[in-house]
Each structure stands twice: as C-alpha cells, then as structure tokens.
C-alpha cells in the first residue's frame, strides 16, 4: 500500500489539471492516511473533549484504526450525531458548535486531506479562510496592497451560513468532480447524522455541523462557486478604463503654478499646497471603473471605485444570485455599504479605509488598516469590574509564573493579530488595564498590595527593535536546568505591514512524527510488553505537577522526563494509570 504522501500528490497532480476523481472510497483503506490524521489531531485540546460517546483520542492504537477501516472497508461505519454545545459571542448571542466522536473526528481527518489535496489547487486566490498557507493576515495585506483607490465597501455576510447550507446543492457540487458514490454517501450520512442537545437528539436538514473537522472545506467547496461567478461575470462586468481622464481642477491649479512660475509671481507655494488637495484623476470618471474581492469563510468585502446607485445594484445583484444559485440569504444587518474615505468597514476584526491626507499625496487613496476603538474598549473591559482593573478570581490557585504567562499568552496573541494596524500603538491601552489586573490577581493571591507585587517583580527588557521597556517577569530556577522565565510586556507596538498570522498551519510533509515513531514500534514504555499497545494523553504537562508531595508514580516521572504529554503503554499498565494502581515493572532481559 501506497505512504500517504504519493496518495496525495496523485490526488493533488489530477485536481491541477482539472482531472475528476474516481475511487476515492478505496483511499479510505489506507492505514498511513489515518496515521497522519492521529498525528495531526492529538495535540489538540479537543481530542480529549468527548462527544455523544466516551470515547476519546486517550487509549489510541492501532488496533483501534484497523477496526475502523474495516468498518469502513465493509460499509458497517455509521456517523454518530455530534454532541452539540453553546459558546457565547462578543455580541452576547450564542453560537451552535458541534462536538464529535474520536473515531468520528479521525475519519473526517482522512477524507479532509483527500478533498483539501484535490479542491486546493482549483480554489480561488481570493478566498483565504481555512486554506493551508493562507489566513486573515493574507487577506488584509492583498487588500492592503492592491485595492488603492477604493471609493465604496460593500460588506458581506451571510445570515447563519453553516446552518443553510443545501445538502443537495453541496452534493451536487462535489458529484460535478467525484464520481464514487461510495464516497458521496458516507458524506450524505455525515451531514444527516444529527445532533444531540439536553438529551433528545435532532435531525439535521440542512447546514454542515459548525465544529466538524470537515466543516469549514466543505463550506468553501460550496463557496467556490460564488468566486467563480464573481471573478468571471461581476468584475470583468465592473471593470472598464485603464486610467482615470485628468481631473480638471486639478489642471486649473497647475496651469496657475506654471503661470506663476513664468512671470515670477509668489504664492507658488500655496498653490502647490492646494493642488495636493485635489485628485489628479477625475473620481467621478464614468469611463473608469474597477471592483475587487476577498472572502474569508462566509465573510467577504467589496471594494468598488464607482457610484453609490451602482454599488447598491451591485448588492442586489449578488443577493439575488446567491438567493437563486445557493440558497443562501445576506445578513441584512451586516451587509452594509460605506463610503472608503468617511467610514471604515469592518473585516476580520479590523477598520478598513481609504486614507486622505492633504499634506502627504503619496498617502491618499492608500487603504489604511485600523484597531476599531470598541476593540480596545471591548478587551479592556475583560479586566474590569465597575470601571476599574481588578483580579481574576479564576487564576488564584494558579503560580505566580503560570499567572503572569496565561496574561502574556493573551496579550501577546492580541498583539500579533493587529500588527498590521497603523494605530496598534493604540493597544497600549488595554497593556495599561491588563497590567493593572495582572498585579491585583498576584496581590490577591498572595494578601498583599499590587504596589509590592509591582516592586517584587518588575524589570526591563530589550525588544528586538532594540527598544527597552518594563515588563513583569517570574523567575522559577530549576536544579540543572536553565530557570523557567514568564514575561508580561515587553513588546514593542510597532505596525509591521509584512506580519503574517497562520491561522491554519499547514502540515509540513514529514514520513512520521515521534508519536507515530513510538507507536508502530509497539512497545509499552513502561514495562516492554508488546501486548494490547495504545496511547495514555493527558491535556497539558502541568497537570503532573498537581499530584501533590508524595512519591509520585513512575509513569508520572516518565512522561515529565521526556516531556511529552503522550505516553505509549500497554493495556494492563493503562488501566493501573487511570485506576491509580502502580503500573508494571520492566520485563527483566
């Protein structure tokens, strides 16, 4: 049998060159594919988060991948319903997500890498959400770069996208390019398997479950079509004229410096600042038009240079066209059109506009990217209470070192995510409360004031700009290790217009990982046995620290010494780990 690296290559080389995929049902035999798909999903939080049944990515074997093919192999596999829980949004409502089962969770991986390998090369540059490779930051910086000179936003998004999406009309669309039945009626199942909610399960007559590994390409499969009707019919329909014709006004004042000039008049200097006032094209030329595009997931931006009355037909049309082609409807209160210059439009979390400054022409037409002022308000008030910065009571039994790392980790993200900004410097506000929060969270914990925590833990530290700011910093030091060291502060809020944020790392094409390594050697690392071999995970390292002062177990001391939150063991010493029993002794030579 093939490795899964020449299987999905074959796939990816007849998606380049338009080629339609048959016997995909077959691939799904495939022992490496299901290796990788283990490999890729266990370091996820999720993977032991149950979902309608017990089962978890903790006892994975090999065992375990060997009855699903077969179940598989024989047509026996049934989609368990997904268990369905709420997670609440910035805008206070809630959003559905769907919770899988493990053996679930890895099939859909499997044919994820068969369907993203084969749709990934015809996808549309536009589209950036959830692709390899691609993210928000991608997004952001082609508008960054390409759309100078927008005059109108329409602003995209489709009213519950994940929950309308026609079954039919998705099946359709991937039987235009696969022709296995087999494959297409395991994914009929899957999006009919329903969900569970308070104990009573429901079916589900359309949408793809939000959640579901496969979810998110299978929302861009149907999306697809969209960008291909709006790369091939709206903006060649949209778009006329190389160049703007000369703005008249602009000559005016150019023909007056000229004069000036000639005749040894003053005021040039004025007209000179005058003239950066007007545009040098005419904006209101009919002959010149242009209109862009840039989707992530269900959201996506418009960006046109033409009149209001034709950027509402333009939004007409394409409600219709989705309303007709899709089944799909436009979120009334968030499709909006703004005018570029006067009110920034929101995507991905930012303000998007066209920058004017009288004084800088090189600047003008320049789409700008900005930190939205409720951004900032919205994270600070994470951290307040009454207006004020105050303690996390949720972190009180937590380190100091442990404490001031989960603050870094969430600024640090926050950071990260709005370097492209212009005013991320703006971001110093939500510093200032979180630091605030930070020194009341240690001082609660340990009955002091947030003055001597300030005092006990504050330093300098250099950036890698060379600049030198304060920062928070604990110090743990460890016997013959280097000291563990967390930091709170001490980045530099500088906009770097080349940032990227990989929103979905893309899975680089290694032969096998070390978890597999240790896993097809079949070998309990506890005792040796060869017997019964499966995988004991835990959630995070710090979770063996917990166990108190006694003596701790000897699987314990393993898993804390390679530093690794697998541990490849047999079933007798499985079960002693979760029963709390002392695991095997090594097998003596």
Not at 234 to 248: E, V
Request: net charge positive; hydrophobic share 35%.
């Amino acid at each position: 049998m093939r490795d899964a690296e020449t299987v999905l290559s074959v796939i990816q080389a007849r998606g380049k060159r338009g080629l339609p995929l048959e016997r995909v049902y077959r691939l799904l035999f495939n022992r490496d594919l299901y290796l990788r798909a283990y490999a890729r999903l266990y370091p996820n939080k999720g993977a032991l988060t149950r979902g309608a049944t017990p089962e978890t990515v903790d006892a994975m074997s090999l065992a375990k991948i060997d009855r699903l093919i077969d179940e598989v192999r024989h047509e026996r596999h049934r989609w368990t319903p997904v268990r369905r829980v709420h997670i609440p949004e910035a805008n206070g409502k809630t959003r559905p997500l769907g919770v899988a089962a493990w053996k679930d969770k890895l099939l859909q991986e499997v044919m994820r890498q068969i369907l993203e390998a084969y749709y990934e090369p015809s996808f549309s540059d536009r589209s950036h959400g959830f692709r390899p490779g691609r993210g928000c930051h991608t997004a952001l910086r082609e508008i960054q770069v390409v759309w100078t000179g927008t005059r109108w936003f329409i602003e995209g998004d489709l009213a519950s996208y994940f929950d309308t999406i026609s079954h039919d009309l998705l099946l359709q669309t991937l039987a235009e390019r696969i022709h296995d039945q087999r494959f297409l009626r395991l994914i009929r199942h899957l999006l009919q398997a329903g969900y569970l909610e308070a104990r009573s399960l429901q079916p589900t007559l359309s949408g793809v479950p939000q959640g579901a590994i496969l979810s998110p390409l299978l929302s861009n499969i149907y999306l697809a079509r969209f960008d291909q009707y709006v790369e091939t019919v709206l903006i060649p329909a949209h778009t006329r004229g190389t160049t703007r014709r000369p703005n008249p006004a602009y000559q005016r004042v150019m023909r007056y410096i000229r004069a000036h000039k000639a005749a040894g008049l003053p005021g040039i200097r004025a007209l000179h600042q005058e003239a950066r006032t007007i545009p040098k094209g005419d904006p209101h030329d009919p002959g010149y038009r242009r209109l862009r595009y840039i989707r992530y997931a269900d959201d996506w931006l418009l960006g046109y240079n033409g009149t209001r009355a034709e950027a509402e037909q333009l939004k007409r049309t394409i409600q219709d066209w989705l309303h007709d082609q899709l089944q799909l409807t436009l979120s009334e209160e968030k499709t909006l059109i703004t005018h570029a210059t006067s009110t920034p439009a929101r995507f991905l979390g930012y303000g998007v506009l066209n920058q004017q400054a009288n004084h800088k022409r090189r600047v003008n037409g320049k789409i700008g990217l900005r930190v939205p002022y409720d951004v900032v308000q919205q994270k600070c008030a994470a951290y307040m209470r009454a207006g004020k910065p105050t303690h996390r009571t949720d972190l009180l039994a937590e380190t100091d070192y442990s404490i001031v790392a989960r603050y870094q980790q969430e600024y640090r993200g926050l950071v990260q995510y709005y370097l492209l900004a212009h005013n991320v410097a703006d971001l110093s506000e939500v510093h200032w409360v979180m630091k605030r929060s930070l020194l009341k969270t240690l001082a609660a914990k340990h009955h002091t004031t947030a003055g001597k925590m300030r005092a006990k833990y504050q330093t300098t530290t250099r950036t890698p700009e060379g600049k030198t700011l304060r920062c928070l910093e604990v110090c743990v030091p460890r016997a013959h290790k280097p000291p563990l060291i967390a930091r709170f502060g001490g980045i530099s809020l500088i906009r770097q217009p080349l940032a990227i944020l990989n929103d979905m790392p893309f899975v680089h094409k290694n032969r096998r990982t070390e978890i597999l390594k240790r896993l097809l050697a079949d070998t309990c690392e506890l005792c040796g046995s060869h017997e019964q071999v499966e995988v004991h995970h835990i959630r995070k390292l710090s979770d063996l620290m917990r166990r108190g002062r006694r003596e701790k177990p000897e699987w314990v001391k393993r898993m804390a010494a390679m530093r690794r939150k697998t541990l490849v063991v047999c079933r007798i010493c499985h079960d002693a780990i979760h029963a709390g029993r002392p695991t095997r002794p090594p097998a003596l030579e």
